[in-house]
């Protein structure tokens, strides 16, 4: 499709699991964010890639969080030890070459820790 | 580093009325943008701005990127029950990343 593509849309685990979560960024987009929403809350910034510059991963909350875009294309956000505080939306966003800041967001992926 | 504060919090207001909410930040921003929420979906761009001083509209949206430089504003006329949402305000330091505000939940009743 045209737009950002975030996989799995929802994602129930068990607390101490792993889990990974897909993003597809519009094609030919150099910019992709990760931000994090909890119900009801705003969005929060976690990292962000641009190009083949070395990722702003400032907004990751702790070690358990990494994200890796490969080929400058497809991200992979990864929760490691997921603890139930992490249940929230994880939306991903993309941007091209213009850098006016007009984002373009997934449908996010939905996680639960139970 | 920047912050935006977003207000009001919440809103609930009666269809047809119009609505306002502003964003001020603590340092100067090159862009502003608004965004609009679903529930169960990501935000969608409503209107961007990028000079101050600029006043845009969008349908029943109109937004103002401040003449400082460090607030915008976004007035809707007439709601209707389809507005209930969402609003995010984002700006955009030259060169560096997008900053989002802390969000305006709107509801609308009838």
């Known amino acids: 499709g045209a737009g950002v593509s975030q996989s799995p849309s929802n994602k129930v685990t068990e607390k101490g699991k792993d889990v990974e979560l897909r993003c597809d960024p519009i094609s030919g987009h150099t910019a992709l964010y990760w931000y994090r929403q909890s119900l009801g809350q705003g969005l929060e910034f976690l990292i962000y890639?641009?190009?083949?510059?070395?990722?702003?991963k400032s907004g990751l909350p702790s070690d358990r969080f990494s994200a890796e875009r490969t080929g400058g294309s497809v991200s992979t956000l990864t929760i490691q030890r997921t603890q139930q505080e992490d249940s929230a939306v994880y939306l991903c966003a993309s941007r091209g070459e213009s850098n006016t800041g007009e984002l373009f967001f997934g449908e996010g992926s939905r996680l639960t820790v139970l | 580093g920047q912050q935006l504060n977003q207000s009001p919090q919440s809103m609930f207001i009666q269809e047809g009325e119009d609505v306002s909410m502003n964003c001020t930040s603590s340092?100067?921003?090159?862009?502003w943008l608004w965004y609009k929420q679903d529930p169960g979906e990501g935000p969608v761009l409503l209107i961007a701005?990028?000079?101050?001083?600029e006043l845009t509209s969008n349908g029943r949206l109109t937004a103002q990127f401040g003449i400082t430089r460090k607030d915008s504003f976004l007035n809707i006329s007439a709601s209707i029950p389809s507005d209930v949402g969402i609003y995010f305000c984002a700006g955009h330091p030259l060169g560096r990343k997008l900053t989002f505000g802390t969000g305006t939940r709107l509801q609308v009743t009838l």
């Open positions: 340092s100067i921003f090159n862009t």
């Open positions: 701005l990028y000079k101050a001083g």
């Open positions: 890639f641009q190009g083949n510059s070395a990722p702003d």
